[in-house]
């Protein structure tokens, strides 16, 4: 089974799919249903891509432990 | 609109250059006569990547987002704090945004480098000269051309590499790394353009740490005409003669500020913290731990901490920062908070005389006290003349030194700022400001509306 077709259910305020439906109309989305999809999409994938930059290495191991001897040496690594 | 020089004197104190210094720095005092100065008040912790941050950003440490030299990455491992860490703009991003120039030579916490509208080089914080050092990339070799590559950011190389250095020694290298980074500084001066012209001497700090006691006849452990007596004068007269060539190739419209970050003050030794937490049963070490490091001197990592039965634990290397245990005290929380306090606020000096210590709640200093670093209560001993030691292993309550050396002097809560620009009508001594007023008033003279989300208001009639 494709992913489009194993589907959950979530539930939105009613005044929200309201406007999202009125959004719909000559969007291409065909549904409140898929634009949500989309819309979170979207925000995940900016979300983890930004993680992924965020949780990228600064130093390398040994330049690390460089700057932490250089630390400790100045007495400001506790 | 203005253009701005600011020549940064890392912990210069104000009462060597306002007074006890002030006619053998010609320069300085000129800056002083024509233009106003005032004490500055440090942040609290008066930490040097925070502070300079804190005056380039107009915001709490908090909100830049870092507490110390370290944290804790989401894996739990300690990593070393680096530009990454910055959650707010500094002057740079903002003065991009407006289209105009920086140089930033040397700022603390800005590797690695950021693109901008100008050139930066980052601080003492760079593992070597690489491709995160310098922006634009070009200027790499520029860098390397300079001569002595492992002593361009900083004098300490290595964990033996600073406070066993001999003071003759550690005076060469210091010089040698001015000479380095000001010969680039001189270049950039002439040759570019810029708005705003950024450049931070870190050389006073480390020789005032370690050579305090050589010329403070109140220092517990002086030594009597010592030949490093004159070492730390010496290398302010040094920094001042280099202030003047810089000054002699600026244009007259162009606002010059001499500035710290905090001041230094004669340390009488250290307090070690944990040792005292665990006297008052606040805090417990894991049972296998203990016999691991029976008579060894080790630093406290919170793997080793018994957690079901710790109520606090300290760290902080000048300032202690004590981390109390939330789950464990649950609603007591606020009751524990003051006795904590009572109880620091009483530790005696080592002779049994009383401490002026000083003890700031997490919320008094933080913007926002959520984060895991945050520690709960900040102490200053004896207002910072007494540091922290947060190592096992020390017998009793004080040491005076730590297992890397002694060191004489720590950060102090005031630092200095001057300010000459043409035509400035306020003048002479100006009540003390607050570090952050900095950057509000670099963005006014610069000619730049300050952002909503700065509160702090610019320096009064400057």
Known sequence: MNEENNVTTVSI?????????????????????????????????????????????????????????????????? | MGKVFLFGIDGAVPELIFEKWRDELPNIKRLMDLGAYAKLNSTIPPTTIIAWNAMLSGKDPSEIGVYSYTFKDKKGSTKIVSSKNVKCKRIWDILTAQDKRTISLFVPLTYPVVPLKGIMVSDFLTPEIDDKCVYPIELKDELKKLGNEELLFDVAVGLAGHK????????????????????????LLINEKWDLFLLINIGSDRLQHMLWRHFDETHRR?????????????YYKYLDKQLGEFIDKLDENTTIIVAS??????????????????????????????DEI?????????????????IAWGGGAYNARIYI??????????????????????????????????????EEIYKDTSHQECPDLTIYFDDLRWASNPDLGQEGLYSWETAIGADSAGHSRQGCFIIYKKGMTKKGKIQDIEITQVMPTLLNILGIEKPKDIEVTKIEGI
């Open chain 2, 294 to 310: 029976k008579g060894k001197k080790v630093r406290l990592s919170q793997e080793n901490i018994d957690k079901e039965k710790t």
């Open chain 2, 222 to 234: 002086h030594i009597k005409d010592s030949l490093f007596k004159h070492a730390i004068k010496e």
């Open chain 2, 261 to 290: 970050d905090h001041g230094m003050i004669k340390q009488e030794g250290k307090i070690n913290i944990n040792n005292w937490l665990i006297e008052k049963g606040y805090l417990v070490l894991k049972k296998e731990y203990l």
């Open chain 1, 13 to 78: 305020p009613k005044a929200l799919a309201e406007k999202i439906k009125k959004r719909c109309e000559g969007t291409g989305f065909n549904s409140v249903s898929s634009y949500v999809t989309y819309v979170l999409r979207q925000v995940l994938s900016t979300v983890e891509s930004k993680e992924t930059t965020e949780t990228k290495e600064v130093f390398t191991e040994e330049q690390e432990e460089k700057v932490k001897q250089r630390l400790r040496s100045l007495g400001y690594l506790d």
């Open chain 2, 325 to 362: 245990n939330k789950e464990k005290v649950g609603k007591e929380y606020g009751t524990f908070r003051e006795k904590l306090i009572r109880e620091l606020k009483s530790i005696p000096g080592s002779g049994g005389e009383k401490l002026d210590t000083k003890v700031y709640k997490a």
């Open chain 2, 164 to 187: 066993s250095l001999p003071e003759g020694e550690l005076i060469k290298r210091t010089l040698e790394m001015t000479r380095m980074q000001h010969q680039f500084a001189k270049k």
